[in-house]
């Protein structure tokens, strides 16, 4: 009979161990290039824009003055044009989803009062080399003009 030929195949799944997982018992496991989602370092970012030009689907927006970057997780297809383009590197495709809900809202991340203090001082520490820079060189004209 046909039935017969399953039997052997049918004793040796019995001793074997399951394929599948037991999700949401244990956790879920994801093989390892799976695309679940986009992660940011958000106190690396330096809010240059390139990830939102990069966005085929307009899913980024980047505040730099605010320090913020946002992702509607909705429209991101978890392409990864973002994370090429990132200068800085602090984009990643992570394998892992996130927690489902139901509210279409937007992932909004935003730097550390550290990383925007260290920021400010950058930029007066420029700002401060730039007009010394500039202090010197009129006073070096000034100079010039009065032995001329
Ligand atoms: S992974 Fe693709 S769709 Fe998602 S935010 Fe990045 S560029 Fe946009
Ligand atoms: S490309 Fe990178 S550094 Fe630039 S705004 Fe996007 S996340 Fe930030």
Same mark, same amino acid.
């Given at each position: @009979?046909?039935? @017969?030929k399953f039997i052997p195949e049918t004793l040796k799944n019995l001793f074997k161990a399951p394929v599948t997982t037991a999700y949401p018992?244990?956790?879920?496991?994801?093989?390892?290039?799976?695309?679940?989602?986009?992660?940011i370092e958000i106190d690396d970012c330096i809010g240059c824009g390139m990830c939102v030009r990069a966005c085929p689907l307009g899913a980024l927006k980047v505040d730099k003055n605010e320090g913020t970057w946002e992702i509607n997780r909705f429209d991101c297809i978890v392409c990864?044009?973002?994370?090429?383009?990132c200068p800085k590197k602090c984009l990643s495709v992570q394998t892992g989803y996130q927690t489902?809900?139901?509210?279409?809202?937007?992932? !909004?991340?935003k730097k550390?009062?550290?990383? !925007?203090?260290?920021?400010a001082e950058k930029k007066a520490e420029a700002a401060r080399k730039a007009a010394e820079a500039k202090a010197a060189l009129e006073a070096k004209k000034k100079a010039e003009k009065t032995e001329a």
């Open positions: @009979m046909a039935v @017969m018992f244990e956790p879920a496991e994801y093989p390892e290039r799976s695309r679940g989602h986009i992660s990864g044009y973002c994370v090429e383009k489902p809900g139901g509210d279409k809202t937007s992932e !909004l991340f550390s009062e550290e990383a !925007l203090r260290a920021e």
